[in-house]
């Protein structure tokens, strides 16, 4: 049964999907900080930066992996040459996950959703022909997030690049893990000391790299709003300051690598309102609960994704449109970098055909549009500045809510967040099954039976299971046994207490090719596994 | 449907279960709630759970359904441990349905291994709990 309102149905909208009214037309009066001010000026709602794009334009960063590494060089390779400028490394859920491919939970899932990058030699394969020093690379891991950024200093060591010229990022953002994406393994309070552990380190040794990104973007597909999504953001951003600083950490040093991620949904101007509120109100909780006054460390820096849960399978040519969309106002909201999903990334990981399409549609949005050219082109509108006030207020009223249930961290372990979360987005189907929001070929303009509009089907290797497993017993073979088992022992004995940065063992755990599942082990047996609040 | 009817899974106990590594629990969450209002008893076994782990609950809990929710494109396989797990224990009677990111070259080929139903992000909830309740009436 589908949902058909009638035209005049539609017509009423008059609210974003955040749920703030919207006025017929907006009018001088309505704002109370009609104008912004300039970009790179305190409280940077036009921008962190003074010239916008014209000096950094931001990152094309397509995240891409699957199978074994060899496909993924490959891929990437391709990528680059078709002038792709930072490298984004999609890993599969036994690597996310902490478990070795051998793991009788990882068996099904190795080299599915991303590479299986089990110890180093991984990801030597992965970077071959690749200079770690002259690229940007982006990992999208959590739970092992520590192990891998571990690795890839290992893997730049081995090139002989020099640590400090490393630029890129982890994700390394494990609060959102236990809310929605799932990818948790030890309980908070120990992961919250690894992420620390990697953030100091990383601030000392690869001073250019960014060893958190605290990332909005899984809440926001698991169903919250996008006012939701920039709050619960920020909190946890709050949350782990206040462990960095607890641990004896220079906010004013490590909040200029502090970076975010979000997604990008369709409503064009609330979309680009969140970025604005987001960067102006971080900005300000710097300040007014820290006294941050270093500029640096108040520039709000995020990557998008374009697409995601806003994605649909019926008719999914009409995604390159809604990416599209969601690309501009990502540029609108000042990104940093940016991935745009493919039209096929609905049911499927995307084939080479379907990934061209989404590098270009930014590279149409950079050269012809003419978005860029200027600073915040939308600096100044009434609506604009309105809907930005009224979604920093949003924001702050749900930052309440959850310092009034007592703080992040007892919300996640309670599941009190889960659980507001799981409401919104049953909220939002229901929406969407009664038609009040509107998904064009899904449930407004839907055409029964048609078969032959998928497009070309991405079809993967159903050897890669068997090779990857293959390579991991050849690896642990080939090892310098002894060495592995004398790192492994020392991390362990660190992990045990609480007077040790982890970080220099995991690196030389990595160099002694111990396997990420065999760290993990290690790790577990000290801290134990995260107990997941199932309670609807 | 009237305010006093019934619902339409009244009485029915209800597996909802999360196979494997993958993370993605919203779609679980709702199909969970949307059972609830239905009527039905949910039991809800959180993320990262072995086919053997989701066999035995649905034994032990006697369950009159089991749905299993897969967004990592490990279906094919999942969907098949746990309907040989189901059919080892002699309880092939109970109906496994499956819901997520399945591409839509896998739906036959899930419901020619057994599966008895395939749910995607697009299928409205109330026929979801129409094509269930007629399922286990």
Not at chain 1, 227 to 248: F, H, K, P, Q, S
Not at chain 1, 474 to 502: F, G, S
Request: aromatic fraction near 8%; proline fraction near 5%.
């Amino acid at each position: 049964m589908s949902a058909q309102p009638k035209p005049e149905a539609a017509a009423a909208r008059v609210a974003t999907p955040s749920g703030i009214e919207v006025p017929v037309v907006a009018t001088r009066d309505m704002a109370r900080e009609p104008d912004p001010g300039l970009p790179g000026v305190y409280p940077f709602t036009r921008g962190i930066f003074a010239d916008g794009y014209r000096g950094r334009p931001w990152t094309l960063r397509q995240y891409s992996g699957f199978g074994s590494a060899e496909e993924s060089n490959q891929r990437y390779r391709f990528l680059l040459e078709q002038g792709q400028t930072g490298l984004s490394v999609a890993l599969d859920l036994p690597t996310q996950c902490g478990y070795d491919p051998d793991h009788p939970m990882a068996r099904p899932e190795v080299g599915k959703v991303g590479v299986s990058l089990f110890s180093l030699s991984e990801m030597e394969t992965l970077f071959a022909g690749i200079d770690l020093g002259a690229i940007s690379t982006s990992f999208t891991i959590n739970g092992t997030a520590a192990i891998i950024y571990a690795m890839y200093l290992a893997a730049a060591d081995k090139q002989g690049v020099p640590r400090g010229k490393l630029t890129g990022t982890i994700q390394n953002d494990i609060l959102k893990e236990y809310v929605a994406r799932g990818t948790w393994i030890f309980p908070v309070r120990p992961s919250m000391r690894l992420i620390a552990d990697s953030i100091l380190y990383a601030n000392e040794v690869t001073p250019r790299f960014n060893a958190i990104s605290i990332a909005g973007a899984h809440v926001r597909d698991a169903g919250c709003t996008a006012v939701e999504e920039m709050a619960y953001t920020l909190a946890n951003g709050l949350a782990y300051v206040d462990e960095l600083i607890r641990r004896g950490g220079d906010v004013a040093k490590f909040a200029r690598r502090l970076s975010f991620f979000f997604y990008v949904h369709m409503d064009l101007f609330e979309e680009a309102c969140k970025f604005r509120a987001g960067r102006r109100l971080w900005a300000r909780l710097l300040r007014e609960r820290y006294g941050v006054t270093d500029e640096k460390a108040l520039h709000f820096r995020f990557g998008v994704v374009c697409g995601g849960s806003s994605l649909v399978a019926a008719q999914p040519y009409n995604n390159i449109v809604r990416v599209a969309i969601e690309n501009l106002a990502a540029v609108l909201g000042g990104a940093q970098s940016i991935f745009t999903c493919a039209y096929d990334e609905a049911f499927q990981i995307p084939t080479e055909f379907s990934a061209e399409i989404a590098l270009r549609t930014q590279q149409i949005v950079r050269h012809e549009s003419g978005v860029a050219a200027t600073v915040d082109p939308l600096g100044g509108s009434y609506y604009v500045e309105w809907l930005t006030e009224r979604m920093e207020s949003g924001m702050r009223e749900v930052m309440r809510d959850i310092d009034a249930y007592g703080g992040v961290v007892k919300a996640i372990e309670d599941g009190w967040l889960q659980r507001r979360i799981a409401v919104r987005a049953k909220e939002k189907k229901d929406a969407t099954d009664r038609g009040e929001r509107v998904i064009v070929g899904q449930n407004r303009y839907r055409r029964e039976a048609q078969a032959d509009s998928y497009g070309e089907v991405f079809r993967l290797d159903p050897g890669i299971a068997a090779r990857v497993l293959e390579k991991h017993a050849q690896a642990k073979r080939r090892r310098d046994a002894p060495r592995a088992a004398k790192a492994l022992d020392a991390l362990e004995a660190a992990a045990a207490t609480d007077q040790e940065n982890l970080m220099p063992l995991l690196v030389e755990c990595c160099h002694a090719y111990a396997t990420v599942g065999e760290m993990v082990e290690r790790l577990k047996h000290c801290w134990g596994e995260f107990q997941e609040p199932v309670r609807l | 449907m009237s305010a006093i009817a019934t619902p339409p899974l009244a009485g029915k106990r209800i597996l909802v279960a999360k196979p494997g590594l993958d993370g993605h629990d919203a779609g679980a969450k709702v199909i969970a709630l949307a059972l609830r209002d239905a009527g039905a008893e949910v039991i809800y076994t959180g993320l990262r759970k072995s086919p053997e782990f989701i066999v035995r609950v649905a034994l032990d809990e006697d369950v009159a359904a089991v749905g299993l929710s897969i967004l990592s494109g490990s279906h094919q396989e999942l969907a098949r441990e746990v309907l040989d797990g189901l059919r080892a224990a002699g309880a092939a009677d109970i109906p496994v349905f499956v819901g997520g990111t399945i591409p839509p070259k896998d739906r036959d080929a899930l419901l020619e291994s057994g599966v008895k139903g395939v749910f995607t992000n697009d299928t409205p909830l109330a026929q979801m709990i129409e094509e269930l309740a007629r399922a286990l009436a």
